[in-house]
């Protein structure tokens, strides 16, 4: 109740608060905290937003995820797919620095040489590493031409070419200052000051190839922990977007199908888009334990709780039910045809009664607390169907280690794309990528989903290549390897003062083409 007088509060006085100078500044909130403006550490988003700004690859996507040029005017694919040539902008200068003389701001092929060498390099040991897994040489023909072979065939290679890791860095500067003193990249913005938990702050490229861009003068990033004070501040006019929304306030600001309330439609825009990202509970079917090695049981879960129900209420329709594949919405091979599980407790009941088990059917399901809610509300609906459902609740530091090593029988996983090719969700059920050492957490391992997968990989006609990312799509479905909760929507509040600011289901943020316009 404190809350909600709070923001009718601020909500009176906040039209008050415009800025009174003449610059243009754009101020987001980053309650994680940035680690590194290295683009080979750019790991997590807070760390991809931040390097975003500060420095290009040869290709980006659009916020159709439609593959475009960077520093790269375009480029050509071998009729074997193994070879890359990219042809490079003539325009293209690192930010100023004492150390660079023009020559030297002036990009060339062999700064990507660099920079991609930089990427494994063991000594960095950066985390992105792996993209370069199946190159196997790079090189600068010239000052303009850029080539890379790869090792074998790999269609969704150039989606890939869109992460930070790819970004093309100064040797010069990388070798004499740290990325805390100078981060010297092309991007539309350059590093001016950054104070641990205090405030990072970037300013406008005057000499960014995209000519009368960026529009903004600067970026001010806050690094406020608690996400409550984080919106109040939002709602000040202090800062001018909040991505996503705390559980302390949802029910305050959204209706119960995740829509405004009408009292703040004239002071917040809301955006939404699709996320690639699919929340899941996952088997190991190898297990010891005959229970998970059951499809039967396996199916039944599917089959014995309520989707819809559970993200209308728990979630305020934030993200959809998850009742087709593993696959999610936004990505250009989801299938909406594919029947996966709704809620059926008379199939489930069904499918229990052929599982044959005798006595009780117990189940331990590993979470963290973020997701206790929705762990619950599965264990009071199959406690109906007579599962006894345990739930341990994980420090999510450890969690993420046990589900790695495959040491939990069920839990509770999230698949995030790096890139948008289904390819990099197909993976993960690939029987060659055996955790610990891939991403195969449930070891599943089927001949006819690996033959599939491999022969998608050397496919380069996109329409034939997804038609075999929906047949293994249905694999997974069918064989119930995993329980799919729900497909996840990125929610953005944003300030009326913001225009031109693009959402798109990676949940990227670009701030080139962004305005801030004063109202007042």
Request: charged share 25%; hydrophobic share 35%.
């Amino acid at each position: 109740m404190y809350l909600k007088y709070l923001i009718i509060l601020l909500l009176i006085f906040s039209c008050n608060s415009a800025e009174k100078d003449n610059l243009s500044i754009f101020k987001y909130n980053d309650a994680s905290g940035i680690t590194s403006l290295d683009p080979a550490f750019s790991k997590n988003l807070s760390n991809v937003w931040a390097t975003s700004q500060i420095y290009d690859g040869l290709v980006k996507f659009d916020e159709d995820l439609k593959i475009k040029p960077a520093i790269s005017k375009h480029w050509k694919i071998s009729k074997d797919g193994k070879k890359y040539t990219f042809i490079l902008r003539s325009d293209v200068y690192f930010h100023e620095h004492f150390m660079l003389d023009a020559d030297e701001r002036n990009v060339k092929a062999e700064d990507f040489v660099y920079s991609f060498s930089r990427i494994i390099n063991d000594e960095l040991a950066s985390p992105g590493s792996w993209v370069m897994n199946n190159v196997d040489t790079f090189y600068s023909h010239n000052d303009s031409t850029l080539v890379i072979k790869l090792k074998s065939s790999f269609p969704p290679f150039l989606g890939m070419l869109t992460m930070p890791y790819f970004s093309v860095v100064s040797k010069k500067i990388v070798e004499n200052f740290s990325f805390r003193e100078y981060a010297i990249g092309t991007g539309p913005f350059k590093f001016q000051y950054w104070k641990d938990n205090v405030k990072l702050v970037l300013r406008k490229n005057n000499d960014y190839y995209e000519s009368n861009y960026p529009k903004l003068d600067a970026i001010s990033i806050s690094f406020i922990r608690d996400k409550q004070s984080a919106f109040l501040s939002f709602l000040k006019g202090d800062l001018d977007f909040i991505s996503g929304i705390d559980g302390t306030y949802k029910d305050e600001v959204l209706t119960i199908d995740g829509n405004l309330k009408e009292e703040y439609s004239n002071v917040i825009n809301l955006q939404s888009s699709p996320y690639l990202n699919t929340e899941y509970l996952g088997f190991l079917v190898d297990s010891s334990n005959s229970v998970y090695q059951n499809k039967l049981i396996r199916k039944a879960v599917n089959f014995g709780f309520d989707r819809v129900k559970m993200i209308k209420y728990l979630r305020n329709n934030i993200g959809s039910p998850a009742i087709h594949g593993f696959i999610p919405k936004g990505m250009p091979s989801y299938d909406n045809n594919l029947i996966g599980y709704s809620y059926d407790p008379l199939k489930a009941k069904n499918l229990l009664e052929k599982a044959n088990i005798s006595g009780d059917i117990n189940l331990v399901l590993s979470t963290t607390s973020s997701y206790l809610d929705l762990c619950e509300y599965i264990q009071g609906q199959l406690s109906e169907l007579g599962i006894k459902l345990k739930i341990d609740v994980n420090p999510p530091s450890a969690h993420r280690q046990l589900v790695a090593t495959s040491k939990l029988n069920f839990f509770r996983g999230s698949w995030i794309a790096d890139y948008a090719d289904a390819e990099n969700y197909l993976a993960l059920f690939y029987s060659k990528n055996f955790s610990p050492n891939g991403p195969n957490y449930t070891h599943f391992n089927n001949e006819k989903f690996d033959a599939l997968y491999e022969k998608s990989i050397k496919e380069n006609n996109d329409s034939v290549r997804n038609l075999l990312y929906k047949e293994m799509d249905r694999i997974i479905i069918e064989e119930a390897i995993i329980v799919p909760l729900y497909y996840d929507k990125v929610l953005r509040f944003v300030s009326p003062r913001i225009k031109n600011f693009n959402i798109n289901p990676m949940n990227n943020l670009d701030l080139t083409y962004t305005e801030k316009i004063n109202l007042y």
